[in-house]
């Protein structure tokens, strides 16, 4: 079989990889030069879009910050999974607050601002602190405002102001969303078949540093809480008719779980399951969209991740730790850009906390700033 991924990315990279020993060749749809692309070595090209789309047995996507144009035709070939509904859901808080709010899914108190009343009005009716969010093309922290005091509404109404003003699109929008006072952030990724069939990994407990993911855990020990976002991913999944894999991250205050976001699609905080899972995220999305069963999600051993951000080298000897895996995307150093990650197992937790610890006495502070610390504080 053949599928066609939107974007050209580290995510279609790791869907082609897990889908080359079932025989199904993926390729990639470049939004940036309008050109399919191989996934692994993107300077090989195999025409425009009319081509992968004709090529392709199902087309799916890479991320959800995708031109609608370019949605509606792959949906009009019928071979679009997710459907586009679901991509535009996740690329647009408001639409993503409203699905939440439908489905009866527990979220952050929030607002929608368009303008300076709306504004006043989401300060005078949430309690500060308040998290301001673009409602389009959000990613990574990027495009938020923080406000804790209510003496920094002018600056940042001017700031926002500007960026609404400044969207060349005249689609944009604010989210002022309240601060939750969470203990830990925690996702789940989840799978869903076209006939309906769900199956959820295990909860992933995640860090972040400055807004992006730095280190994803997978223990498989809160089974309270599994039971919780099962239960959210189902409402989720369902309400959209989702076919493929999508994440959901969650802030866990005391014993309950709030929906932070989705995205529809693989996930960073999913990536532990291609060392710490029966069958990885990147395989079970590949074999949703092409109608294959699924895998199981069950996890065979804890598993970490640390992703490694803006640098192209790690000092090699990493790899002497028993059960660590590398994985490099292939793509040109940028200061903070997601190069790669690094997996690393242990048959039970103890295992794999005395091996995180032996990789954060290697991993350079300057490139891993938190990760010793966040490491050392695990128990
Ligand atoms: P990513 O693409 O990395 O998932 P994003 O840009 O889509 O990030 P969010 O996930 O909404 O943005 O926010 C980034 C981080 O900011 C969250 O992981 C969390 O640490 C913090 N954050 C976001 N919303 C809230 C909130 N309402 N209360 C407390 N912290 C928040
Ligand atoms: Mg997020």
Redesign the pocket.
Known sequence: MKVLVLGAGQLARMMALASKPLNIDVRAYDVGSGLVVDPLSTSTTFGDLADGIAYADAITAEFEHINHDVLDVCEASGKLYPSSQAIKVGGD?RLEKALLEQSGVAN?N?KIVNNKTDFDDAISTLTLPL?L?SALA???????WRMTDIAQAEDIWSDIQSFIEGDVSGQQAIIA??????DR?VSMVGVRSKNGETFAYPLTE?H?SK???SVSLAVNEHQGLQAQASEAFDQIANALDYVGVLAI?F?QVGSSLLV??I?PRVH?SGHWTQQGADTCQFENHVRAVCQKPLGSTTLVRPTAMINVLGVDTVPENILSIPSVSMHWYGKTQRPGRKMGHINVSGQDKTELLHRLALLADILPTKDFPDVADYINNLS
Request: charge should be negative.
């Open positions: 808080r952050a929030h998290i969010k959000g990613y990574d922290g990027k495009g938020q969303e309240q601060m939750v006072p969470f952030e995640n972040h807004g992006v993911l991250e802030f932070n976001e995205a960073n």
